[in-house]
């Protein structure tokens, strides 16, 4: 080949130089508590190309989950570290991410949880992670307090409302202090009601009729997320206004939903993997907090259950499903 020749073929090259035939791709591990939904696996994905990293050229995804039964990942984790894939994308929530810290020092472990890392024990401090974890922590219990308040706009006579709660949840002791505290703040009464097994979901929704709560909070764990169609349902099935974590439930037919733009976070953690791979450590990547927020509420829900969402909640709405 001549030499003009061969710096052509170098400057028109892709951005991705293809792997030796013999080079191993590696291999990113999905630890997850249930099935992550094709479009939050495609905000990743984009978040990988972005440093260079395509599924199927030079990477290769892993996907195993718990579904919803945190007593798993443990030996799932340890599985994944026997595999020795590059990099454990743990996203699952604090208990998927703690079980990934016990199974390695050594793997990178990108997490994606809703509780705070430094009390979890995850990492040393958010701007200098240190070990082998970083990633994306967004106080998911914090939020709790805030549909509190969103539920006293939507329903303000209602004064006792019901927090169902997966005790097998790390971070459930401090949701339930939150939202307690912002119970006492507005002057309403809480009454949380456990459920770590999908048999205990109905006979809690009875108990919410049974203690005539005016709403109930569902609060944020891939436990319940697993379970969308089963708490809708019966959330209409006993008229209980209900308010969830995240949007897949106001498009599965529930009321009204707040949480963080999921799509964005995964984006953003595809792009922290994607410089791990390239050689950063873990403990120089600060850990990320989520800067994007929605509110979704489904008209068709309400009507169902017989109320009119105020003006003003509608006008904060980032989506409205009629």
Do not use: C
């Not at 799932?76 to 570290?81: N, T």
């Not at 990178?108 to 509780?115: D, Q, T």
């Not at 850990?287 to 309400?302: G, H, I, S, Y």
């Amino acid at each position: 080949m001549r030499r003009r020749e061969f710096i052509t073929l170098l400057s028109s090259s892709a951005a991705i130089w293809p792997l030796p035939a013999h080079a191993k791709i590696p291999v990113v591990a999905f630890l997850s508590g249930v099935a992550v939904p094709v479009q939050l696996v495609d905000a990743f994905r984009q978040g990988l190309g972005q440093i260079g990293y395509i599924e199927g050229q030079n990477v290769s995804f892993e996907y195993r989950t718990a579904s919803g039964e945190y007593d798993r990942f443990r030996t799932i984790a340890d599985d994944l570290v026997r595999q020795q894939v590059a990099v454990i994308f743990a996203t699952g929530g604090t208990a998927a991410a703690l079980a990934a810290k016990s199974a390695t020092s050594t793997t990178p472990v990108v997490f994606y949880m809703g509780g705070d890392p430094v009390k979890q024990g995850l990492v040393a401090s958010l701007n200098r992670p240190g070990g082998n974890l970083t990633g994306l922590g967004w106080l998911g219990f914090a939020l709790g307090a805030k549909r509190l308040e969103l539920l006293r706009e939507l329903l303000p006579n209602v004064t006792a409302i019901s927090l169902l709660l997966n005790p097998k949840n790390p971070d459930s002791e401090f949701e339930v202090q939150d939202v307690q505290e912002a119970a006492r703040v507005l002057g309403r009464q809480l009454h949380v009601l456990p459920a770590s097994v999908e048999a205990e979901i109905p006979g809690a929704f009875a108990k919410v009729v049974q203690q005539r709560d005016g709403a109930l909070i569902v609060a944020s764990d891939p436990f319940f997320s697993g379970r969308r169609g089963l708490l809708v349902a019966l959330a209409a099935r006993h008229g209980v206004p209900t308010i969830y974590e995240r949007r897949d439930f106001p498009d599965a037919g529930g009321l009204i939903s707040y949480g963080h733009k999921r799509a964005d976070a995964y984006r953003q953690l595809g792009i922290y993997t994607g410089r791990i791979l390239k050689g950063t450590r873990p403990a120089d990547l600060p850990v990320l907090q989520p800067t994007k927020f929605e509110l979704v509420v489904n008209l068709n829900a309400a009507k169902a259950l017989g109320l009119e969402i105020p003006s003003t909640l509608l006008a904060h709405a980032d989506e409205v499903i009629e």
